[in-house]
């Protein structure tokens, strides 16, 4: 059974500051989304990762993927209060797993 | 495009009725669709697959009796939750895949889940 694993559950970071939310996965997958999800809403899309190595930066986020590891990261950089949100990686083999998620709270 | 639609966005019912969940691809056909729920604070969970034409996949402790699923359409797939009772109390999200528009990245090809805007369903 797939499981997905996100670090920390919950983040509380100051405006301007830098921090990484990590997604682990315990089976092979060479495909992984992360999503923003605001209170009260649905899912939004935000990066697709589909091969080892892959890096795709939106913005003041940027993810990354090592398949061999089993493990992407979003970074996020000079955090501003609309990132405030929380945040999901899937891993897809045929359906998507989502993660724990990570509830992102950015502090003026 | 890519746009999936979700009616209604919210209700609220007694205890022991039904409530029906319509999910529709507006601007593409889907094959598939996804069903997940999602109770406060915790991630999606899926629910079922619905695959149009046929019967849809249920996931394990997931009861293929209380939710009933119909993807009579390409556009189309209803959630029916029966005999509603408050721990059925959730965020319904449902996602649908453009079978037939695969997005090319590099020399890799995927065809990605879009998702509704959710139906917020509280049994009183």
């Known amino acids: 059974e797939l499981k997905v694993e996100q670090n920390p559950l919950f983040l509380s970071m100051q405006e301007g500051k830098n921090y990484t939310i990590y997604c682990n996965y315990s089976t092979t997958s060479d495909r992984l989304y992360w999503y923003r999800q605001d209170p009260g809403k649905s899912l939004e899309s935000l990066f697709v990762l589909l091969s080892n190595g892959a890096v795709k930066q939106e913005g003041r986020l940027m993810a990354s993927l090592d398949t061999k590891a089993r493990l992407s990261t979003l970074h996020i950089t000079a955090a501003v209060h609309d990132l405030s949100a929380t945040y999901f990686c899937?891993?897809?083999?045929?359906?998507?797993?989502f993660g724990t998620g990570t509830r992102l709270t950015i502090i003026p | 495009g890519a746009v999936v639609s979700q009616h209604p966005s919210w209700v609220i019912c007694k205890s022991g009725t039904s409530v029906k969940i319509e999910c529709r691809s507006l601007?593409?056909?889907?094959?598939?669709m996804f069903w997940y729920r999602q109770f406060p604070k915790q991630s999606l969970m899926l629910m079922a697959t619905s695959n149009e034409g046929s019967k849809a996949t249920y996931e394990q402790g997931v009861e293929k009796d209380k939710f009933l699923i119909n993807h009579a359409s390409l556009t189309l797939s209803t959630l029916t939750v029966t005999s509603a009772h408050p721990e059925d109390s959730s965020f319904y999200i449902c996602s649908a895949r453009d079978s037939h528009n695969y997005h090319i990245s590099g020399a890799r090809s995927y065809n990605e889940q879009f998702f509704g805007p959710g139906t917020r369903l509280t049994v009183l």
């Open positions: 899937a891993v897809s083999n045929e359906k998507l797993t």
């Open positions: 601007d593409f056909q889907a094959t598939t």
